[in-house]
T-cell receptor, first 120, second 111 residues
Framework: GAVVSQHPSRVICKSGTSVKIECRSL??????MFWYRQFPKQSLMLMAT?????????EQGVEKDKFLINHASLTLSTLTVTSAHPEDSSFYIC????????????????FGNGTRLTVT | RKEVEQDPGPFNVPEGATVAFNCTYS??????FFWYRQDCRKEPKLLMS?????NEDGRFTAQLNRASQYISLLIRDSKLSDSATYLC???WGGGADGLTFGKGTHLIIQP
């Protein structure tokens, strides 16, 4: 089935540093990838839509200069949290559309396993 | 405003019981609906799509009521492993674009 790999799964960094998160579609081409953020006991909130070869589309309230997204190929999108602060600590999840689910059904999205970011 | 509303719970249910929960959506133009399951600190995984005619997958049954703008999930003969958060998802665009997630319903199956 379709697999999306996200790395790292957990990162702890100091305030002011930048963190890069990678999202790869392993067995299908993903022209569109999505980045979500999830705070504890909250739902997934879409941050931006990443399109291969073009600029990402950011949701209202998401700072594009702080959350840099690069989608350089059909299988890789990266999210860089620049100058991270403690309030950026969250669970970041990427997803990609396309491919077939492991159960045989067509999921609109295949999720990476998430990155738990802690900024100290 | 595009919203998907769910009762956050938690729903505490004894093992073997049947449990059902609903999700309401605000946009009548919504085209596709899904239930995702999310375990603690894990990524969401598709549980089932929700079709207009309703659909069943083993112990799970999903229903769509367009007139009242809600979808439901029924779990029969609940197992301990069913404990998770169930996310209701609506798509305004008919596909991956425009997906809106509910906040999830937390289900706890008790032995």
């Amino acid at each position: 089935g379709a697999v999306v790999s996200q790395h790292p799964s957990r990162v702890i960094c100091k305030s002011g540093t930048s963190v890069k998160i990678e999202c790869r579609s392993l067995d299908f081409q993903a022209t569109t990838m999505f980045w979500y953020r999830q705070f504890p006991k909250q739902s997934l909130m879409l941050m931006a839509t990443s399109n291969e070869g073009s600029k990402a589309t950011y949701e209202q309230g998401v700072e594009k200069d702080k959350f840099l997204i690069n989608h350089a190929s059909l299988t890789l999108s990266t999210l860089t949290v620049t100058s991270a602060h403690p309030e950026d600590s969250s669970f970041y999840i990427c997803s990609a559309s396309g491919g077939r689910g492991s159960s045989g059904g067509d999921s609109p999205l295949h999720f990476g396993n998430g990155t738990r970011l802690t900024v100290t | 405003r595009k919203e998907v509303e769910q009762d956050p719970g938690p729903f505490n249910v004894p093992e073997g019981a049947t449990v059902a929960f609903n999700c309401t959506y605000s946009n009548s133009a919504s085209q596709s609906f899904f239930w995702y399951r999310q375990d603690c600190r894990k990524e969401p995984k598709l549980l089932m799509s929700v079709y207009s005619s309703g659909n069943e997958d083993g112990r799970f049954t999903a229903q769509l009521n367009r007139a009242s703008q809600y979808i439901s999930l029924l779990i029969r003969d609940s197992k301990l492993s069913d404990s998770a958060t169930y996310l209701c998802v609506a798509s305004w665009g008919g596909g991956a674009d425009g997906l809106t997630f509910g906040k999830g319903t937390h289900l706890i199956i008790q032995p």
